[in-house]
């Protein structure tokens, strides 16, 4: 039994039997168990702890359990509670301290056990409370991976997905109940998986990606393809946006607005960079406005926040805090645009903006002035056919500025 006034219970599909001395001994000491009606069935009948539903929505829970609880607690949870569970969202408000854990075997284990794959090798990804299109970030040939989801229509909208973007091919298998008496594991492709078959509502897909002929394989380094993105010309062309994004250089957990988003290329690469960090992209347009969501939900991070509005003036309406990097990729011209953005930054944040016409680099250059930080004029060729021969045809040269606001 843990000290903790709070503890946080790991249970598998195998219930009560397969809980360890510890975990059975402060569910018995518990007053108050918490947990899904499946969770709270597992549990035996001479249990004395009073026994509460999670709610839905489950913030209202949350907030009660971080305000504190008076009498011992338990809160059931499926599997490894820390990963991607309620243990986490608990821990992320709770001080160690005030919180103990008890994890069961996840089924991200159980399901690489079951296959045989070395679990350092696999990537997981949730949709748990997301659109299936999370998993697209993760679709390179080769790659194994499991995605946790909900619903008895979970794997369906998973194959979907899949199927839209050329993964038909793949290895599809569907592990219902993982340790339980009543475990099945469904061996198949994308292809073949049912639009309209429903599984266990306890279950997880497992997929060794393959891509089908003639379908885009996109790695994660920023660079994507052009005709990666649903697009009407204004995108950051792709060896332009790798250098954009290596100068911006995402980290965990930071949150970056992209103004004047176009068809949102800059941003998307951001969150495709880093899996923790957060986006907001900025756009006036309101039929690019809608574009730039439909390629976050394609490319696999449909988090990617989208607001429109005209920027300056928009930006005082982003509810977001204070952007750890701001990337101005159109209007840099427009009067008091970079002082605006500069103003909005983080103590610490860093600002990369570029330019093609004469007004937006004076424009650049000003920041500088004012600001600090480097200048950089990016010229690039492609080989053309010339002729009967091949010569290089110049694209029109991008001068960038990026300046970090604590070395302004």
């Known amino acids: ?74 809160v059931v949870a499926s599997g490894d509670p820390m990963l991607h569970g309620i243990g986490a969202s608990l821990a992320r408000r709770i001080p160690p301290e005030r919180l103990a854990v008890i994890p069961h075997p996840s089924a991200f284990a159980l399901a690489c056990a079951r296959l045989g794959w070395p679990e350092a090798d696999v990537e997981l990804v949730s949709a748990v409370g997301r659109e299936p299109d999370v998993v697209t970030h993760a679709l390179q040939p080769g790659r194994r991976v499991v995605t946790f989801v909900t619903g008895t229509d979970g794997a369906a909208q998973l194959a979907r997905v899949l199927r839209e973007r050329g993964r038909g091919p793949s290895r599809f298998v569907v592990l219902e109940q993982l340790g339980g008496p009543a475990e099945r594991i469904h061996d198949a492709t994308v292809d073949t998986w049912p639009a309209d078959r429903d599984a266990d509502p306890l279950h997880v897909v497992a997929i060794e990606v393959r891509t089908a002929p003639g379908a885009l394989a996109l790695a994660r380094i920023p660079g994507l393809p052009d005709d990666a993105y649903e697009h009407d010309g204004q995108l950051t062309k792709r060896h332009v946006r790798a250098i954009m994004l290596a100068t911006l250089a995402p980290l965990p957990g930071e949150l970056l607005w992209d103004v004047g988003g176009g068809a949102g290329s800059i941003a998307i690469e951001w969150l495709r960079a880093e899996s923790t960090a957060q986006a907001v992209a900025v756009e006036a347009d309101a039929e690019r406005a809608q574009r730039i969501e439909r ?11 989208v607001h429109h509005g005209r920027a300056p003036e928009a ?34 944040g860093r600002i990369v903006a570029d330019a093609v016409t004469l007004e937006g ?27 009967t021969l091949e010569g290089w045809k110049p694209q029109r040269p991008v001068v960038q500025w990026s300046a970090r606001k604590e070395d302004g």
């Open 1 to 74: 039994m843990t000290d903790a006034p709070l503890t946080v219970v790991g249970i598998g599909a195998d219930g009560w039997a397969g809980l360890g001395e510890p975990a059975r001994e402060t569910l018995r000491g518990a007053r108050t168990v918490v947990g899904s009606q499946r969770q709270l069935d597992l549990l035996p009948d001479d249990l004395t702890a009073t026994r509460r539903l999670l709610p839905s929505p489950l913030q209202p829970l949350l907030d009660e359990l971080a305000a504190g609880v008076n009498e011992p607690t338990c």
């Open 295 to 305: 390629n976050a939900h394609r490319l696999g991070v449909p988090r990617l926040r």
């Open 361 to 387: 680099e004076q424009a650049l250059h000003a920041a500088r002035a004012a600001h600090g930080g480097a200048l950089l004029r990016i010229e690039l060729s492609y080989a053309e056919p010339l002729g």
């Open 315 to 348: 930006l005082d309406a982003i509810d977001s805090g204070p952007p750890d990097a701001i990337f101005v990729g159109g209007g840099v011209a427009a009067p008091g645009m970079l002082e605006h953005c500069w103003d909005a930054l983080s103590p610490s």
